[in-house]
């Protein structure tokens, strides 16, 4: 769900399935042409980042590390790349030195390139990542990673698809190809990159003045899938990759600090709940299903009660472990006193925070964000309620990483990367740390 971030980048290999306003209007819910790249598969073959036990297991077999070992090696690997953050098999001291020699020949350690950071006035922090060829045909997929730090904690936003089948009217992304799923290794790479950037393993430290917490805790201390892509539409991966984020010998974050946002699908909630035990976030954003159908058309499917019936069934839900709600705020279309009301109505018995998004608008959207007195209106009337109601603050503006900026502005930093590269200037120079456009 690209509720915190909403990103344009395609691969050669896509169909060409853009989503026009008249096919909008004709009721498409999803695009087609998904390109699924097998499970859990290492990016370019031979990288071990990301990959889970079972993977790391298999890779050792193949190199002719005995059964009996393998249990051994798996939790040395794991502790070297996971916990340590390591970069070289030289590095993996435990480690006799022709296994090392071994690994290195068969394998590598590589993490996917970033193609660019850029860095806010306010900390948070911009990539995008290319991740590895998966054939000859493809130059590799890009996506884009946000880091937002605060004093306590610092939040990942990461991707599960390039693209998105979706369409929801408000979004970005929804009007862009669906290119794939990512995998598992490529998901739980968004993390490792980020370590690398910010310094956060240990012995590292954070490049000069950048803005990390201070509490004394991991610089990266929560996730949120609110990325590129429908995380339940990819739910394997997704699973596979909480599981590694999540192993107490490695990256060590807790499943409490991990949320999965979906638009929706009913029918993978429960499971997400019941293996991946994290927290979920639901992209409702209206409270009548004829105004849902037109945001958030998977409502078509999946409508208003049958989600909300859904939410009120996820595992171990508890004032403890709410649901956040994500209402973008649509000037004149869901934000009246009436549809405040009606949230409270609807969320009845459920445990839940409801996070209003104030709507940044993009090129061609038809949506206005809604005045401010209107939002805190909106606000009041679900706090008087009982519910927690913040107004999510845009963070990373100034670099194009709030939500629903990205498309347009990467493609009009694409412009002028050709416009620059006419004129024999590096593409460097649009995308270089703290250009602050
Ligand atoms: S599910 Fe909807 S909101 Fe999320 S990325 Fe896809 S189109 Fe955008």
Redesign the pocket.
Same mark, same amino acid.
């Given at each position: 769900?690209?509720?915190v971030l909403?990103i344009a980048k395609h691969n050669p290999n896509a169909a060409p399935v853009a989503v026009s306003e008249a096919a909008r209007a004709a009721g498409f819910i999803e695009k087609t042409a998904e390109l699924t790249v097998a499970a859990g598969a290492a990016p370019g073959g031979a990288s071990l980042i990301g990959l889970t036990r079972g993977q790391l297991k298999d890779s050792l077999s193949q190199i002719g590390v005995p059964e009996r070992e393998l249990k051994m090696r798996v939790a040395q690997l794991w502790h070297w790349i996971y916990f340590r953050g390591a970069r070289d098999f030289a590095e993996m001291t435990n480690m006799g030195k022709e296994l090392r020699a071994k690994l290195a020949a068969a394998y590598t350690l590589a993490r996917p390139k970033v193609v660019s950071e850029q860095v806010s006035k306010d900390g948070t922090r911009k990539w995008l990542i290319r991740m590895a060829s998966t054939g000859p045909l493809d130059k590799g997929a890009e996506i884009e990673c946000v880091y937002i730090p605060e004093v306590d904690r610092g939040t990942l936003c990461v991707s599960s698809q390039v693209g *998105?089948?979706?369409? *929801?009217s408000?979004?970005h992304?929804?009007t862009q190809r669906l290119v794939r799923n990512l995998t598992s290794a490529e998901i739980v790479a968004q993390l490792i990159v980020a370590r690398d950037c910010i310094g956060d393993w240990p012995g590292a430290t954070p490049p000069e003045g950048a803005f990390v917490p201070n509490d004394g805790g991991r610089f990266v201390s929560n996730i949120v899938f609110m990325g590129?892509?429908?995380p339940l539409y990819n739910t394997d991966n997704v699973i596979a990759a909480i599981d590694v984020m999540s192993d107490g010998e490695g990256l060590t974050l807790s499943r409490r600090r991990i949320t999965v946002s979906t638009?929706g699908v009913v029918p993978q909630m429960e499971r997400l709940g019941a293996e991946a035990n994290t927290m979920l976030a639901i992209?409702l954003h209206a409270v009548r299903d004829e105004l849902r159908d037109e945001l958030?058309p998977?409502n078509r499917k999946y409508d208003i009660r049958q989600l909300l019936d859904a939410c009120r069934a996820y595992p171990g839900l508890s004032n403890a472990r709410r649901i956040t709600f994500e209402y973008v705020m649509l000037k004149g279309v869901n934000d009246s006193d009436a549809d405040a009301r009606k949230l409270v109505q609807l969320l009845k018995g459920i445990p839940a925070k409801i996070n209003l998004i104030p709507f940044n608008p993009w090129p061609g959207s038809k949506y206005e964000c809604s005045d401010w007195e209107r939002i805190e209106r909106f606000s009041e009337i679900v706090y008087r309620a009982g519910y927690a109601s913040p107004v999510r603050t845009p963070r990373g503006r100034d670099i194009l990483a709030a939500c629903g900026q990205l498309k347009s502005e990467t493609e009009k930093l694409r412009a002028r990367a050709r416009m620059m590269a006419e004129q024999g200037i590096g593409a460097e120079g649009v995308y270089a740390v703290g250009n602050g456009e």
């Amino acid at each position: 769900m690209a509720t915190v971030l909403d990103i344009a980048k395609h691969n050669p290999n896509a169909a060409p399935v853009a989503v026009s306003e008249a096919a909008r209007a004709a009721g498409f819910i999803e695009k087609t042409a998904e390109l699924t790249v097998a499970a859990g598969a290492a990016p370019g073959g031979a990288s071990l980042i990301g990959l889970t036990r079972g993977q790391l297991k298999d890779s050792l077999s193949q190199i002719g590390v005995p059964e009996r070992e393998l249990k051994m090696r798996v939790a040395q690997l794991w502790h070297w790349i996971y916990f340590r953050g390591a970069r070289d098999f030289a590095e993996m001291t435990n480690m006799g030195k022709e296994l090392r020699a071994k690994l290195a020949a068969a394998y590598t350690l590589a993490r996917p390139k970033v193609v660019s950071e850029q860095v806010s006035k306010d900390g948070t922090r911009k990539w995008l990542i290319r991740m590895a060829s998966t054939g000859p045909l493809d130059k590799g997929a890009e996506i884009e990673c946000v880091y937002i730090p605060e004093v306590d904690r610092g939040t990942l936003c990461v991707s599960s698809q390039v693209g *998105c089948t979706l369409t *929801c009217s408000f979004c970005h992304t929804g009007t862009q190809r669906l290119v794939r799923n990512l995998t598992s290794a490529e998901i739980v790479a968004q993390l490792i990159v980020a370590r690398d950037c910010i310094g956060d393993w240990p012995g590292a430290t954070p490049p000069e003045g950048a803005f990390v917490p201070n509490d004394g805790g991991r610089f990266v201390s929560n996730i949120v899938f609110m990325g590129m892509g429908e995380p339940l539409y990819n739910t394997d991966n997704v699973i596979a990759a909480i599981d590694v984020m999540s192993d107490g010998e490695g990256l060590t974050l807790s499943r409490r600090r991990i949320t999965v946002s979906t638009s929706g699908v009913v029918p993978q909630m429960e499971r997400l709940g019941a293996e991946a035990n994290t927290m979920l976030a639901i992209s409702l954003h209206a409270v009548r299903d004829e105004l849902r159908d037109e945001l958030v058309p998977i409502n078509r499917k999946y409508d208003i009660r049958q989600l909300l019936d859904a939410c009120r069934a996820y595992p171990g839900l508890s004032n403890a472990r709410r649901i956040t709600f994500e209402y973008v705020m649509l000037k004149g279309v869901n934000d009246s006193d009436a549809d405040a009301r009606k949230l409270v109505q609807l969320l009845k018995g459920i445990p839940a925070k409801i996070n209003l998004i104030p709507f940044n608008p993009w090129p061609g959207s038809k949506y206005e964000c809604s005045d401010w007195e209107r939002i805190e209106r909106f606000s009041e009337i679900v706090y008087r309620a009982g519910y927690a109601s913040p107004v999510r603050t845009p963070r990373g503006r100034d670099i194009l990483a709030a939500c629903g900026q990205l498309k347009s502005e990467t493609e009009k930093l694409r412009a002028r990367a050709r416009m620059m590269a006419e004129q024999g200037i590096g593409a460097e120079g649009v995308y270089a740390v703290g250009n602050g456009e």
